[in-house]
């Protein structure tokens, strides 16, 4: 019964069969800490795209503990055409699968990418400890005076831009009475009646027409 693999285990031989990997460094104890993908050393990497040509002659690099669902992802994606093969073979026929002949000299060796551990005490915090205490001293800078000065002009901006918003409807008004009363005229509406159903603005603009 083939054995299965954990985190933190030895990779086995029959494993290195199975995946097509093989143990190229060991500790001081015999136990496999390093292995290399067979597929990338001997066939090199399936090409999709032009953009994954510079991975090409890159060799997957596993390092413990190793995991089995990372060797079948790394040929899924990058041995595709191989991996199916070799999958339908048996144990003897994956041994004789790869050259026996040396890798090619042109290889790029890709070790996985190691996770940096970062130091909170060596962050340096300072910016943004001073950050706040600038901004307090630039409130307690502007005194109550000053306050009210600014808030002096926001109330006389925003009554100036009411006293616009109350002509600019006034003049649309005055236009649009204007408007519906020659219509009538043109229609021949008694003046009267128009006098009744539209009387004119109180308020007029220099620019109204008199009808």
């Known amino acids: 019964m083939e054995r299965k693999a954990r985190p933190g285990q030895r990779l086995c031989e029959e494993h290195e069969i199975k995946y097509g990997v093989r143990v190229t460094s060991r500790d001081s104890i015999g136990e496999p800490t390093v292995a290399a993908c067979?597929?990338?050393?001997?066939?090199?990497?399936?090409?999709?795209?032009?953009?994954?040509?510079?991975?090409?002659?890159?060799?997957?690099?596993?390092?413990?503990?190793?995991?089995?669902?990372?060797?079948?992802?790394?040929?899924?994606?990058?041995?595709?055409?191989?991996?199916?093969?070799?999958?339908?073979?048996?144990?003897?026929?994956?041994?004789?699968?790869?050259?026996?002949t040396p890798p090619p000299s042109n290889i790029q060796v890709a070790f996985p990418p190691k996770r940096k551990t970062i130091d909170s005490k060596a962050m340096d915090l300072s910016g943004i400890e001073q950050e706040p205490k600038q901004k307090q001293i630039k409130i307690d800078a502007i005194t109550a005076d000053e306050l009210l000065e600014i808030e002096?002009?926001?109330?006389?901006?925003?009554?100036?831009?009411?006293?616009?918003?109350?002509?600019?409807?006034?003049?649309?008004?005055?236009?649009?009475?204007?408007?519906?009363?020659?219509?009538?005229?043109?229609?021949?509406?008694?003046?009267?009646?128009?006098?009744?159903?539209?009387?004119?603005?109180?308020?007029?603009t220099n620019d109204a027409i008199n009808i």
């Open 38 to 100: 067979r597929f990338c050393l001997y066939f090199g990497r399936q090409i999709k795209s032009d953009r994954a040509r510079s991975f090409a002659n890159q060799v997957k690099i596993y390092e413990a503990p190793f995991r089995m669902d990372n060797f079948v992802q790394h040929n899924r994606l990058h041995h595709l055409d191989h991996w199916i093969t070799y999958m339908e073979l048996d144990a003897n026929q994956k041994k004789n699968y790869f050259p026996n």
């Open 152 to 204: 002096r002009k926001k109330h006389s901006l925003e009554t100036e831009m009411l006293k616009k918003e109350l002509e600019l409807k006034n003049i649309q008004i005055i236009t649009s009475t204007m408007l519906a009363r020659q219509k009538m005229i043109e229609s021949g509406v008694p003046q009267s009646e128009i006098d009744s159903i539209l009387p004119l603005p109180i308020k007029t």
